[in-house]
C-alpha cells in the first residue's frame, strides 16, 4: 500500500529483456535502499514492483508482458526519470490517499494550461473509467496522489504546484503523453458492492 506522495525521482539505468518481459534498474541513492529489503515493494511511477538486487545505489525490479502492455513502463528508456515511493509501514502518516500500486490503464494528456506559478492539466481516460473520477476526489497519475478540480465526460482536470512540478516528473509532460492512472480505491469497491446489491 502507497499513499501518491512522492518521496523521490530516481532515474532508469538499464533495460534487460526476459523471457515474456524485462528486468529494470533504477537508481535511487537518496533513498538509502541499502536499507530494504529483497521483496519489498517500491511503487514506480505508480506501479507496485518487487525490489530486487538491492545494494546503496538502487535497485532492480522484474516486469510481466502484462505490467509492459497496460503501462507506460514499457515505455520508459535508460536515463528517463520516475516517481518513487517505498511501500508504507503501519504508523506512518499518510500524506496522500490509499493508493495499491495497481494501474488501471493510461491517461492522455489532452492540454496543459498556466495558471500563475501552478499548471492545469486536463486529462482523457478511456470510457470504462470515467464513472470512478470525481470532482474532489482523488486520482493517482504516475504515483503522484493529486486532487481533481472538475470533471467533463472522460475528461478531467488537476492543477500542479510547484512544489509537485519541481519535485515528481509531472513537471516534464507534454501535450499528448500517456502516464499511469490508478482511480480511487474506494470508488472501485463502492461501485462493485453497489452493484451486488442491484
Known amino acids: 500500500m502507497f499513499t ?13 529483456p526476459s523471457d515474456g518481459g524485462s528486468r529494470m534498474r533504477i537508481d ?13 515493494s517500491v511503487a514506480v511511477a505508480g506501479c507496485c514492483l518487487t525490489a530486487l538486487d538491492i545494494d ?28 518513487l515511493e517505498p511501500a508504507l509501514a503501519l504508523g506512518e502518516r499518510l500524506g496522500g490517499h490509499l493508493v495499491t500500486g495497481h494501474v488501471d490503464d493510461l491517461a492522455e494528456v489532452v492540454s496543459i494550461t498556466p495558471s500563475g506559478d501552478s499548471r492545469v492539466f486536463r ?17 493517482t497519475l504516475d504515483g503522484v496522489s493529486l486532487t481533481v478540480n472538475a470533471v467533463e465526460g472522460r475528461e478531467f482536470e488537476v492543477n500542479l504546484i510547484p ?36
Request: hydrophobic fraction near 40%.
Open 56 to 83: 546503496a545505489r538502487g535497485f532492480s525490479a522484474d516486469l510481466s508482458a502484462e505490467t509492459l502492455q497496460c503501462t507506460s513502463l514499457g515505455d520508459l528508456s535508460t536515463g528517463d526519470p520516475v516517481n
Open 163 to 198: 512544489h509537485t512540478l519541481a519535485v515528481t516528473t509531472l513537471g516534464r509532460l507534454a501535450q499528448g503523453e500517456r502516464v499511469n492512472l490508478e482511480v480511487d480505491l474506494l470508488a472501485r469497491y463502492t461501485e462493485r458492492l453497489l452493484g451486488e446489491r442491484q
Open 28 to 40: 535511487c541513492p537518496e533513498l538509502e535502499p541499502a536499507c530494504w529489503s529483497e521483496g519489498d
Open 123 to 139: 486529462f482523457r481516460v478511456p470510457d470504462a473509467l470515467a464513472r470512478f473520477i470525481a470532482g474532489k476526489g482523488s486520482v
Open 4 to 16: 501518491g506522495i512522492v518521496q523521490a525521482v530516481g532515474t532508469v539505468s538499464a533495460i534487460e
